[in-house]
């Protein structure tokens, strides 16, 4: 994950991981938090974080659903907004990796579960 540092080879610069792989041309990188270590609320920071050291948005929001439902080996039900599959969607007022975005609204279970211009959980 990006909280994984490395030097190069003359301890000169410090990098991220994420970032580090996907400048060598890996594309299938996955994020997550240590469950029962880090909390769940950490996962958009490990995004941000990785963005921050160069990974860009989309890959680094495809590490963070598509590349970890594949890597459970359930992306055939989760991990990418297609029709037929389970989803949780969250709408943001901007880029869901920059964290001056807040959420909008949030749909779960094909339902809306909240609403922030009312405010309201439902």
């Not at 909390?39 to 996962?43: K, W």
């Given at each position: 994950g990006p909280r994984v540092w490395w030097m190069d080879e003359q301890d000169?610069?410090?990098n991220s991981c994420a970032g580090?792989?996907?400048?060598?041309?890996?594309?299938?990188?996955?994020?997550n938090t240590d469950a029962g270590v880090l909390?769940?609320?950490?996962?958009r920071m490990q995004g941000s974080v990785s963005v921050h050291h160069g990974w860009r948005?989309?890959?680094?929001?495809?590490g963070l659903t598509r590349m970890a439902a594949e890597s459970l080996g359930l992306d055939d039900r989760i991990g990418s907004l297609q029709p037929g599959m389970e989803a949780d969607i969250v709408v943001w007022t901007g880029d869901p990796l920059d964290f001056r975005s807040?959420?909008?609204?949030?749909?779960?279970?094909?339902r809306i579960a909240y609403?922030?211009?009312?405010r309201r959980l439902y």
């Open positions: 000169r610069t410090i580090m792989w996907y400048a060598r041309g890996n594309e299938k990188i996955g994020l909390p769940q609320e950490d996962l948005t989309y890959p680094a929001l495809r807040g959420v909008e609204q949030v749909f779960a279970l094909g609403d922030a211009k009312n």
